[in-house]
Structures are given as C-alpha cells and as structure tokens.
C-alpha cells in the first residue's frame, strides 16, 4: 500500500506529465496542500517509487541556473498507473458513507 | 548570474556525491537561482547553506560509519593476510626496509649537498672570482684562485662590487695563551668585510669592524670552549706562531657542515704577509679566493669583461694567452666546481642508485603479490558479487601496500639511527641525527613513502581488483598466469640492475687496485712526511745535519709542495732559442738537494742538484721530459732557462713521473731551489729504512719536541698521502659497493619468495612427474630452468650497459686501468651463484618431494 506522500506524488507526477522533476512536484504538493514542505521531502518517496518501479526516471537537458547539472525528470510506469487505480477503489471503499456523516453533502471524486 | 555560496557547494557535492544524489545538486541550485531573483542573493545564499548543513550530518553519518566499518573490515582482512603469511611478509618487509634505508640515507646526503652555501642572506649577490687561462697550444688552466692584490683593486676601481674579501685557510698554526699551547687545525686568513658578505652569526663581541685590526681573532664557540672552557674569552691574547699576539674579539656560532668555508678561527688577511715571505704585489700565485658582494641587479656577463679589463691595466698579460674572468654564484660552488668537481655528478649517480635499489624492494612486492594473487582471488570475487566497486577494491589493496611499507619505513627509521655514523663515515662528513627530523627531510620521507606504495602498490592493486567475479567463483581463472610475463621482466630488471652495479663495483676496484700497484715512476714506499713549523722553520739545515748521520735514515729532502700534487704553474718562462711568439706555462717545483734520489727518481740525461755544484742554487733546472718536448731542445743539458725571470741552466733531465694524480696527463715541469722571494720549502720527506721504521719514528719525534716543544709531531706515511688524492674514488668505491651488496640482498630475497611460490605451485606437477619416472635431477632442472634463463638475459642486458658505467666513473682519468672482459664474467659468475644459492633449497627440496604428499587429494 502507498503511503499518503506516496500517493499524492504519483498523482501530481501524473498531472504535470512532462515537467515532472523534483522541484515542480514539489511546489504542486505545497501549492495544492497549502501547506509548507521541506525541499527534500518528496525527493525520498520520489526514490523509493521509482526503486518499487511506479516511476521511471530520465535525464534532462543540463541547464546554467542548474549549474550544469541536468534535470531528473519522472514518468509513471504501467505499475504505477496500476497501483494509482487499486488506491482510488480502497479510498472510494474506505470514504463510502463518510461524507455523510462528516456533514458534507456528495461524496468527494477520491 | 548570480552562483550559489562556494563553500557550501563543495560540501554538498564531496558528502552527498553518491549517484542518486545527483539530480538533486541540480534542483537545489535552481530553487536557489529562484530564491535570489525574487528576495536577493543573500537570502538565497543562507537558504542555500540551511539546505546543507542540515543535510550534511545524516550524509557524513551515513558516510563515515561505513567507511569505518569498511577499514574495520579492511584492516582485520590485511593483517591476517600478513600473519597467516609471515614468510611473504618477511621478505616484503626487509627487502622494502633495507631500500628505505639506503634511499633515505643517500637523500639525506643528498638534502645536505644540495643546501650547501645556501644560508647566507646575500646568497644570490655573493661570487667566487675565478679564472679561466686558453693558451694558443690549445691547453686551458681553470682555477678557482685569484692573485692576492685583485681584491682590493677590484673593490676601489669597480662601481658594480660592493665589498670584497678574500679567504685562505692554513692548517696546523700554532696558537699560545699563557702556558698552554695548542695548533689550531683551520685558521682562516680574510679581509674585514668578509662577516658583511657572508652571514656567519657573531655571538660575542661587535660584528663591526670585528676584522679591521690586524690583532684581532675571532673564535668559533667550540674551539673557545675547548681552549677556555666556562671562561670568557673575549680579550684574551693569543700568540700566533711564537710571533705575533692578537686578542679575542668575538666568537663566532659553530660553520654548520653544510658550508663550503670551514674554519675554526678568523684572522685578517693582511697577517699572511708577515708569516709566509710572499710579497703582498705578486701576481704570479693564487692560492687565496677571491668572493665579490655585488650591488643588486648587476650584470654579471658585462662585470666579468670589465673585471679583466681592470686586469689588464695592472696585470698586463701576455699577448698569446686569452684569460677571462669566471664568477661563479655561491649556491653553485660546491657542487659545481670550477675545477672540475665530481659533487654533482655524485650526488645525481647516487640519488638514481638508491632509487633503483629501492626500486628492486617494490619489484619484489609486485612479484611476490601478483603470483599469490590466487590466494586473494575468491576474496575479490565475493567483494565484487556483495557491491564492491573496482575503486573500493584498488584502494583497499594499496592501502594494504601502505601498511606494510608504513612498517618498513619504521624499521628502516630504527635501522638509519644504527647505520647513520658507519655511512657518514664513508663519506667522510658528520651527518647527525638531528637532521633526520628536520621539515625537509620529513617531506623527503612523505614523498619516498607515497611514491614507494605507488610503485609497489598500484599494479598489484589493478591486477588484483580487475578479476571478474564469475571466472574466480566458477574456478577457471588460471592461477597467476597472466602477469607471469610481468614477473619475467621485474625479475629479470632486478638481475639486470644487480650485475651493472657490481661491473660498476668491480671496474672501481680494479682502478683503485690499479692506482695502488701503478709505476708511478719514483718509489713511493717507506717515506715519512712532515711540514716544518714553529721553531724549524729556517732550520732545515740544522735538522738535517743532525739526522743524516743516523743509520736508519736513507735520505731527506724538502719541497715547496705535496709531491704527489704539484700543481703551481709559471708561464713567466723563457730559454735559448725560444719563439718569439711562443706562450707556454710550465708546472714548478721548487726542491732541496737529494729530492730526486729521495723518491728514486732516474735521469734521461744530466744530474739532479748537488752539493758539489753551488751555483745550482741559484741557476740550476731540472726539467721533464715532458717540458723538453715542450721546448723543442735536442740537447737540453748547459741551455739557458729562465724561470719567474730568475737565470739558469738545465742541468738535468729527469725521467716522466707522476707528480698529480692519475686523473691526470703529465705535464711539463721544472725544477729550481731558489723561488728568489724567500724560502718556501717547508714540507720535509725522509726515506727511511724499513727495517728499522720504529725507531727511527720514535726518535725523530724525540728529537722535533727537542727542537720545537710546541708542536706536535705531525708525520704521515708518504703513501698515505697519495692515497687521500683518491678519496673521492674510495668512497664512491664503498658506496656503489654497499649498495650493490644491498641490491644483490634484496633480489636475492625476492627471488627465494618466488621460488617458494613456483615450487608450490608446481608440486602437483612435480609429484606426477616423478610418478611418471623423472629423476630428482631432471626435476631440478625443470625448476631451475626459468630462473637461469633469467639470469642469463640479465647478464646480457646489464653487460653493454656495465661497460658505459665504468666509462663513466672512471671518466676523470687519464690513466685506466682499463676495462676487462674478466670483470663482466666475475659478475655473470657472481649472480648465478646469488640465484642457485637461493632458489638451491627449494628446488632441493621440491626435488626430493615425496609424490604420495602432494598427489594425496588428488
């Protein structure tokens, strides 16, 4: 089972199709979240998916700002889009009558 | 653009550069690019340095723990290696050991003569003034010397010298205070500016003017300890010579050995005058020195021609002789002479000998590793299988290298605390143990250890990570195959190196051994030397009228120089039918009666001095034959000579006979008694009878304390003193000849490890074959086969390049003994013998081998 961090970086690896690389995923968590993120805390679950095989990762093109240094950018591997849907059913399982009770009125999409 | 904080750069990248890592260098930097165009470069710069100093003690500690854990591993793995092999250790520790010592001994020689003269603060202002005389019959005179009057006319005449001074040092001068009397070994003779040129350190007393009075002396601390001990010396008064009393004026700090200018005492130079009857404004002699302080920035080439322009003016030279100046920077001095100095030469020979001996001790580390590399091959493969990288393995294997060359290194330190004053000894210098912890010759031993475990280590280090893990763990690696033909080459290299040096031992035996049994062309044997001093001198007469009646006293005689290195010229020469043109200069001599029948010198053609003509005295030569080619003469005996402008007649024509040493070509000479500027001939030669030495010696020296109660007795065996013409040829002889006995050692170590090892290896081989028949003989050979054919090559690599070397040390001669065939076959002999005595046990043993042991598992 994916973490909660796991599962948010696949989906905005997802979302942000070629521009993935750590500091645009990074700044999408923080922008949708609200919430402040250490720079290195979604390089880990970034790592750690890839080694699991959800990612696969690719080389850039180096660039001045970057000191030279290429980018590592991210795509999800049919793994990962698999893992995504078996998250999606488990959340859809675990939140069905919760909404309700939460005082919300519909079901959120995941 | 604006770049991200140095320092903390580096860190990120040196702690955090594993691979995976790397991208995110990149994302760092660009969020930093962002941060300092949007709140400026020093905001971004502190986030920047937060990033990594709060990522850096996780790194480092993910870093060092497994590098400990590593080393833990590596270290345990090393020295079990070296126990569970204590033979291979043995060898590599010794060997490597006794090369440590001899490299770092000769580099500490090395360290030495290379600092020579370079203390002085006007070191790169300071110049010996020498001279360099081409005659039109195509012979050039250098020497180091200058005339006495030069320096001070140098000194007013030349705007580019700032100060002069020249420097003389006698020996054996006798020194009075009160009641005791003692000889003071070196006394040095300079001008007062001398402690302005050079920075010998005063203790006591005014360094001004300390020379300007002709009464003055300065001591150096030791010698005023040994004379006064806790007393001060200052002011004291010292009787020089029974003549002339001078005060103690200063003293001086100990010359540290690394000077060319040694001395025990400073006088002034105008005092020389007084003892030694030379006219201050003689321009024909020049023993003294002559050093220039030079303002800054002067050219030297420009101030050379000037210098024999103004020697010219009070010197006029003779048309025929092209003379020019030669200031030799002081640093260069030593080790350059002018002369022709063998210093450098030695020191480069040296340096590139000890190296290589060195080198044999890293071969055998190479050979010994390599061919064992079975042993540590399923070690490396399971290393690779688990992770390891080829880097993580090279290092671990040269740090393996490291550590046993770190424990040579500390024997060899034990060893040189030993070995220091037996090797300064053959040099025939104090080199003290103080110099071995000095900064530069620690950085000497860092860069001899790192290059050794380069050396040593690298190869083997490769060899050994570059196995690929599925051959070793599936057995088909073969054992140590592939660097056997390396092994061939170091082993061979090793021999190769070993026989040059003993040609090379063996070509300076044979020349000592020829410079000892050389027709010299008068007899050396059974005469006594002594220098008249104190009360004899001017006496001569009277000692020998006194001595001559004894039974045990051949003959005696007296000269102006040491006989077996006259060395004075004269070109003031002139003779009956002389070119008008011709310029010529002539060695010269000036001797007393019976010189010629003291060194049983034999005559061509007239006769030696004699008692019965006087006015041989005063007009009688004897030349060489040499100086009769020289001045074309048919029939020389009754022709006119004139020398240093004195008149006379060739009385006699002796025979060629070597008066320098056999370095070098005879040379004319001639022979007077009477220099016309007062008596000089202070060195007394007596011939004894053999049989009656002891006597003869104890009486002698009874009757000088009568005669001169001051002086010791100083005498020396005529021989001995040729011998110390050659000194430079003995110790280079006892060098090359230890290290030569070290190289054959450490070989010889090398090759009993690797002949273990192939007799190992080859047991299984050796069994079957005896099983199949072979003899204890035929399996020797077929173990002693490959170290034969090394040998073998090795003579003939070494052979043609033995011949060179010899040529080389011996170059300075012109008389060679020569080079002989028996001398490259006494070294062929000689390293056959060093191998079959080492690897003779193994294969004495593996030859006797019982097949049913090493069969037994099969």
């Not at chain 2, 051949?554 to 102006?560: A, D, H, Y």
Request: aromatic residues 12%; positive net charge.
């Amino acid at each position: 089972m994916l973490t909660k961090l796991e599962e948010l970086v696949l989906l905005t690896v997802l979302r942000l199709e070629d521009e993935a690389y750590g500091i645009s995923v990074y700044k999408t968590i923080q922008e949708f979240s609200g919430k402040k993120l250490a720079v290195g805390s979604v390089y880990f679950p970034l790592e750690r998916l890839t080694k699991k095989g959800y990612l696969e990762a690719y080389k850039g093109e180096p660039t001045p700002e970057r000191g030279g240094m290429s980018k590592r950018f991210y795509r999800l591997t049919p793994e990962g889009k698999k893992i995504l849907k078996d998250t999606l059913k488990i959340n859809q399982l675990f939140w069905k009558g919760i909404p309700s009770q939460l005082g919300i009125d519909h079901e959120p999409p995941a | 653009m604006s770049r991200p904080p140095k320092t903390a750069r580096f860190l990120l990248r040196t702690f955090l550069s594993a691979q995976s890592y790397y991208a995110y260098h990149g994302d760092i930097e660009e969020i930093f690019h962002e941060l300092a165009a949007e709140q400026g470069r020093f905001r971004a710069a502190l986030w920047y340095w937060r990033q990594v100093l709060t990522a850096l003690p996780s790194a480092l500690k993910e870093n060092i723990i497994w590098r400990i854990f590593m080393f833990i591993n590596y270290a345990k793995i090393c020295f079990r290696n070296l126990l569970k092999h204590k033979s291979y250790a043995f060898i590599n520790i010794t060997g490597l050991s006794i090369g440590l010592v001899s490299c770092l001994l000769i580099f500490l020689w090395v360290s030495n003569e290379l600092s020579f003269d370079r203390f002085h603060t006007h070191k790169d202002r300071i110049f010996r003034l020498g001279f360099k005389a081409e005659y039109t019959d195509g012979k050039n005179v250098i020497s180091s010397g200058s005339f006495y009057p030069f320096a001070p006319i140098l000194e007013s005449e030349s705007a580019e010298i700032e100060t002069t001074s020249r420097f003389l040092v006698e020996s054996g001068i006798l020194i009075q205070h009160e009641n005791k009397s003692f000889t003071i070994d070196r006394i040095a003779f300079v001008d007062p500016s001398f402690l302005d040129i050079f920075s010998f350190p005063v203790l006591k007393g005014s360094s001004q003017d300390i020379l300007q009075n002709q009464d003055s002396i300065l001591l150096t601390e030791s010698m005023a300890r040994k004379y006064f001990g806790d007393q001060d010396p200052l002011g004291q008064v010292l009787t020089v010579n029974q003549a002339i009393d001078v005060k103690i004026s200063g003293i001086l700090e100990d010359v540290p050995i690394n000077s060319s200018f040694q001395f025990d005492c400073l006088v002034s130079f105008k005092f020389i005058f007084d003892d030694k009857n030379i006219e201050p404004d003689n321009w024909g002699i020049n023993p003294a020195h002559t050093y220039l302080l030079l303002n800054p920035n002067i050219d030297k080439e420009n101030l050379e021609k000037k210098i024999i322009t103004i020697l010219g003016k009070h010197n006029p030279l003779p048309d025929n002789m092209k003379i020019s100046a030669l200031m030799q920077p002081l640093p260069q001095m030593h080790l350059h002479s002018l002369e022709g100095g063998e210093r450098m030469f030695l020191v480069v020979l040296f340096s590139l000998i000890a190296f290589l001996v060195l080198g044999t001790a890293c071969f055998n580390f190479m050979n010994l590793v390599t061919a064992r590399s079975a042993n540590r091959a399923k070690e490396v493969g399971i290393r690779k299988v688990i992770g390891a990288k080829k880097i993580e393995l090279i290092r671990q294997f040269l740090g393996e290298a490291f550590v046993l060359i770190l424990l040579a290194l500390i024997i060899a330190f034990i060893l040189i605390q030993f070995t220091l004053p037996y090797f300064s000894q053959i040099l025939g210098i104090t080199l003290s143990t103080q110099m071995l912890t000095s900064p530069g010759f620690i950085l000497i031993t860092l860069i001899v250890l790192i290059t050794t475990v380069l050396l040593a280590g690298s190869y083997p280090a490769f060899f050994l990570s570059s196995f690929q893990p599925g051959r070793i763990i599936k057995g088909t690696l073969s054992k140590g195959s592939k660097s056997s033909r390396l092994r061939t080459i170091l082993v061979v290299s090793q021999f190769s190196l070993s026989v040059f040096l003993i040609i090379g031992s063996l070509g300076i035996y044979h020349q000592l051994n020829f410079i000892d049994k050389k027709d010299l062309g008068y007899d050396k044997k059974n005469i006594i030397f002594f220098p008249l001093q104190g009360n004899l001198r001017g006496k001569y007469d009277t000692l020998k009228n006194e001595i001559m009646g004894k039974s045990y006293i051949r003959n005696i005689t007296r000269s102006f120089q040491n006989q077996s290195q006259i060395s004075s010229t004269v070109s003031k020469l002139d003779w009956e039918r002389k070119p008008q043109e011709k310029r010529v200069s002539m060695n010269f001599e000036f001797v007393d009666f019976d010189y010629f029948r003291t060194f049983g010198m034999e005559f061509t053609a007239g006769r030696p001095f004699s008692q019965d003509f006087p006015s041989d005295i005063k007009e009688g030569y004897v030349v060489n034959e040499e100086a009769v080619k020289l001045m074309g003469m048919e029939s020389p005996i009754g022709k006119r000579l004139s020398v240093f402008g004195n008149e006379g007649k060739i009385i006699g024509v002796v025979k060629n006979f070597h008066f320098r040493p056999l370095q070098f070509q005879i040379q004319p000479i001639v022979f007077g008694m009477d220099p016309g500027w007062g008596d000089i001939r202070n060195n007394v030669f007596i011939k004894l009878d053999p049989a009656y030495m002891k006597e003869a010696l104890s009486e002698l020296n009874n009757f000088h304390n009568q005669f001169n109660p001051d002086y010791p007795f100083t005498w020396m065996l005529f021989e001995k003193l040729i011998e110390e013409n050659y000194q430079v040829e003995m110790r280079m002889g006892k060098l090359i000849g230890i290290l030569t006995l070290l190289a054959v050692f450490i070989s010889g170590l090398g090759l009993l490890g690797l002949s273990a090892f192939m007799a190992a290896q080859k047991s299984r081989e050796i069994g079957i074959r005896k099983v199949m028949g072979a003899t204890s003989m035929v399996i020797s050979r077929f173990l002693s086969k490959d170290f034969l054919k090394w040998v073998f090559l090795a003579n003939i690599i070494a052979w043609p390049a033995g011949y060179f070397f010899i040529d080389l040390l011996l170059r300075h001669f012109s008389y060679r003994a020569g080079i002989n065939i028996s001398m490259f076959i006494l070294a062929a002999l000689l390293s056959l013998t060093v191998v079959v005595l080492t690897i003779g046990w193994q294969v004495f043993k593996a030859s006797r081998l019982n097949p049913a042991d090493s069969l037994r598992y099969e």
